[in-house]
């Protein structure tokens, strides 16, 4: 069973806005072998970049990501590079990358790399989730758009937002059936839920079967008139 071995170059940081962290990792990919002969490589099919946070050792282990190699048989001195995101900025992490054959056959671990993860990259998004519920029927949509539920109660819908997006879910019911109430994160009668979307949240919208009642007309106010003739 041949084995091949690389070396991790170097982890650059990658800086931007934002809280979410991210690393650049970079490194040369393996040409031969770790046999003895060191024969050629001619079937080198991805890379595993391991990462995990400082001290511990990231391989082997359970977290990485698959990168596909370019080619499998690499030219000398060809850098492979990769962006690691949804990390935390301002922590340390510790990396490390294996190739991996057509065969399956993964090389020994690259030398640790440690850094320090730096604002940029795609900052997780925050699910809202809405739950529909009761004996009738209706539908929950959102601004800014995105969420969308529609259908009989007991159906469900969610949608993730940047934090500090201020989300406004309103509640329609179909025909036949009334919108009763929120319960959970909101709470009453009125059809329209306003949240800030600074953790994720869960929304319970009951609806009932009836018919909304027929809006009220004013009543005539009690007004005296006195007409004076000259």
């Known amino acids: ?15 931007g806005v934002g809280h979410a962290g991210q690393l650049d990792a ?6 031969k072998n770790a046999d003895p002969t060191g024969s050629p490589l001619t079937n080198l099919a991805s890379y595993r970049l391991y990462w995990v946070l400082f001290p511990m050792s990231p391989c082997p282990g359970t977290q990485f990501i698959v990168i596909n190699a370019a080619s499998p048989a690499p030219l000398p001195n060809t850098t492979v590079g990769t962006n690691l995101t949804g990390l935390t900025q301002g922590l340390t992490y510790n990396t490390a990358v294996t190739s991996v054959n057509a065969n399956g056959v993964e090389s020994a671990c690259s030398p640790i790399i440690s850094a320090v ?83 994720a949240r869960l929304l319970n919208a009951v609806f009932e079967i009836g018919t909304a009642p027929a809006p009220r007309v004013p009543g005539q106010a009690g007004i005296s008139i006195t007409v004076i003739n000259e």
């Open 26 to 31: 970079l490194w040369t990919a393996p040409t």
């Open 117 to 199: 993860a730096k604002a940029g990259g795609t900052e997780p998004l925050i699910t809202l989730t809405v739950n529909t519920h009761g004996q009738g029927s209706g539908g929950v949509s959102s601004v800014p758009v995105g969420l969308s539920c529609s259908g009989v109660a007991g159906t469900a819908c969610s949608k993730g937002y940047a934090s500090g997006t201020v989300v406004t879910v309103t509640a329609a019911p179909l025909a036949g059936s009334v919108f009763a109430r929120w319960v959970g994160e909101c709470e009453g009668t009125n059809p329209a839920c306003t949240v800030t979307m600074t953790t």
């Open 1 to 15: 069973m041949k084995r091949f071995a690389l070396a991790l170059l170097a982890v650059t940081l990658w800086t």
